[in-house]
């Protein structure tokens, strides 16, 4: 089965800036897979992402999707780091946004905003401003606006970066959830290596000046994960010790 996010020789500058943020960058993504992209600050790690979504323009290469095109449902969902709910609509209006121009009934849209609170476990909370949800809440409502279109790419920057430890634990393991009852194929950008070992089929490790890809390592670890086993815990810091 083909990949179903290609990205070949991809190079991104920023303004006029004479070197690159990276180049001559290679990735796959399969169907249904988890990736987690790592690295240090400042090597395009969410620049990246933006370019994968098509809210930035690389400089060079190619990037596309293997994925059949449907007016029923978007290609790519994103989530940022801060949910980015909008405060002058209730949650229930937050989910349903991104499905406005998508070829769906009124019925069929209701349907698919319930169905991702339930999802994302925030059906009784549906109705509140988002100033009255906690941050996790927040961040779980940006999680079920995005999975709302039905993307075939789930594309997650930093998403838990903002919320406190415990919170960030749980999140973590409701997106596993999430993505164990969607199998969506997702690529997901964080700092924390722990957090990228924990959750992701792979891990892929940009470092450099320009970045590129120094490492592309598959995380053998059977799932259900436990957090702070020593096997975990190994691979984590020898994917550290390649940045």
């Not at 690529?187 to 957090?195: G, L, Q």
Request: aromatic content about 4%; some cysteine; charged content about 25%.
């Amino acid at each position: 089965m083909a990949p179903i996010l290609n990205i070949d020789h991809l190079s991104y500058h920023y303004g006029n800036n004479s070197t690159p943020v990276f180049a001559d960058l290679d990735l796959r993504v399969e169907k249904d897979e988890f990736i987690a992209v790592v690295g240090g600050s400042g090597v395009g790690k969410s620049t990246l992402l933006r370019c994968v979504a098509g809210l930035a323009k690389a400089s060079h290469g190619t990037i596309s999707l293997n994925v059949e095109e449907n007016d029923t449902r978007r290609s790519r969902g994103i989530v940022f780091q801060d949910g980015r709910l909008m405060p002058w609509r209730r949650l229930r209006s937050n989910v349903a946004y991104g499905l406005k121009g998508l070829n769906l009934t009124a019925e069929e849209k209701q349907a698919r905003v319930n169905d991702v609170l339930k999802l994302a476990r925030l059906e009784e909370l549906a109705d509140r401003w988002p100033h009255q949800l906690s941050g996790g809440q927040v961040q779980r409502g940006g999680i079920a606006r995005a999975l709302a279109v039905k993307p075939h790419l789930l594309l997650m920057d930093e998403p838990f970066s903002a919320v406190d430890a415990i919170t960030r634990q749980h999140l973590q393991d409701q997106l596993l959830a999430i993505w164990e009852k969607t199998r969506k194929a997702v690529m997901f950008i964080t700092h924390d290596i722990e957090e990228a070992v924990y959750l992701a089929d792979r891990v892929v490790v940009l470092s450099g000046s320009p970045a590129n890809i120094v490492l592309d390592q598959r995380i053998e670890l059977a799932r259900p994960r436990r957090r702070g086993s020593d096997a975990l815990q190994k691979l984590a810091q020898d994917i550290a010790n390649t940045l």
